[in-house]
């Protein structure tokens, strides 16, 4: 081989070298005591990935890898079935739209719990967030690992509560035989401007948070819960070091079922851990909140419980 063309193919080798060391795996892991099905979105201009869809059995999990750079957002499917007739695969809750178990280029049905990445963004960090801006369909934690970054925004987020069955009765998605499903958010469930952050009310100084925003936000404060929340909803870690779990109902027994069918993802009335992981929030029970500001959503959100911790976990966060 020619010098120039010896030193051509090694530069070639260095770049995949780099490229693969910048790239991320995402470890999909389904703590719920029912099958999930994730379902992967890559962004426009992002490369995609190995696969868009796929079966998680309780307690599994599966890695995926994610090219340098990549960009999209992930979710997870619920009661799910393909159809005697025709063979077209469907699901209650997140469906793509494929007709099959992979979503093939489809994006989530709202609602859905969505956890959204951006790898190797500005300053040379990967940015991420779990978001409930399309509504709530399960619970979902991402959690960084490997990374050697030491700023306080390289951290665990998401939603680990169980909202469906607190969820108020103008958002809440029924299944005749799962009972509630899924939790619209207001813009979805209204079409309103100011829930939607649209129109008049398109910048983060006219679109403030709502009733409806704050019960997403006081039982999940890391999460997202309408299109302006960023301040405490937006996480970042060093690109190119970091690898993401992400869990479906995180540290929910596999073993435990909800009323109704088996496969319903519900847990009504299960303690779940908040997000600095010394404080719990119960949801389904008899109590009723204890601060004004947790008061005055229940006014409007009657069936929910928010511990006192968890309200002021929310202001500190």
Known sequence: MAPRSWLLALAAALALLNRGARSATFTIANGCGYTVWPGLLSSAG????????????PGESRAVAAPAGWSGRLWGRTLCAADAATGRFAC???D?????VQCNGGGAATPAT??????DGSGSLDFFDVSLVDGYNLPMLITPAGSSSSSGKCAATGCAAE???????????????????????ACDAFGDAQYCCSGAYGSPAACRPSAYSQFFKAACPRA?????????????CAAGSTDYAVTFCPGVPTSVKSTGQNQNPQ??????QANNDTTMVFFGGNAQPSTSSAAAATNLL??????TAVALSSLLL
């Open 46 to 57: 992002s490369a995609p990935l190995p696969t868009t869809g796929f079966a998680l059995a």
């Open 92 to 94: 209650a809750t997140g």
């Open 96 to 100: 793509c739209g494929s007709g099959d």
């Open 114 to 119: 969505l956890a959204e990445f951006t790898l």
């Open 163 to 185: 909202l469906n069955a607190a969820c108020p009765a103008g958002l809440r998605v029924d299944a005749a035989a799962d009972g509630p499903v899924a939790c619209r958010s």
């Open 224 to 236: 997202y819960s309408y299109a302006y929340d960023d301040a405490t909803s937006t996480f970042t």
């Open 267 to 272: 847990a009504a009335g299960l303690p779940q």
């Open 302 to 307: 009657a069936a929910v419980a928010v511990t």
